[in-house]
């Protein structure tokens, strides 16, 4: 079993910034490949960021790419995701998950446990 706990969420203007960090517990944080992913109301949960085991592989969608940034500390089981040149269209409930192996993925299938999320609202 692995608990992930999201936090970091609020309301930011556009142009703004927000940190969001993933409390990892159980199995082993610093085996597991990670993800963010996010879901704006009416819309499918979609891919934002990944990175491996041990950080040095990361991918990012293109609508996020060169604002935010993934990263983690095994030593601290928590990964965080650095949120850069907030837009509107960045509204959503974050979700962190941790994948089946220890790699990096942008396909949700390859995740096996999610946070409850943490809600980032954008205002323009």
């Known amino acids: 079993q692995v608990q992930l706990v999201e936090s970091g969420g609020g309301l930011v203007q556009a142009g703004g910034s927000l940190r969001l960090s993933c409390a990892a517990s159980?199995?082993?944080?610093?085996?597991?490949?990670m993800g963010w992913f996010r879901q704006a109301p009416g819309k499918e949960r979609e891919f934002v960021a990944t990175?491996?085991?041990?950080?040095?592989?990361?991918y990012y969608a293109d609508s996020v790419k060169g604002r935010f940034t993934i990263s983690r500390d095994n030593a601290k089981n928590t990964m965080y995701l650095q949120m850069n040149s907030l837009k509107p269209g960045d509204t959503a409930v974050y979700y962190c998950?941790?994948?089946?192996?220890?790699?990096?993925?942008?396909?949700?299938?390859?995740?096996?446990?999610w946070g409850q999320g943490t809600q980032v609202t954008v205002s323009s």
């Open positions: 998950a941790a994948a089946k192996t220890a790699y990096s993925s942008s396909y949700i299938s390859e995740y096996d446990y």
């Open positions: 990175l491996s085991w041990s950080g040095h592989n990361t």
């Open positions: 159980g199995r082993t944080f610093s085996k597991s490949g």
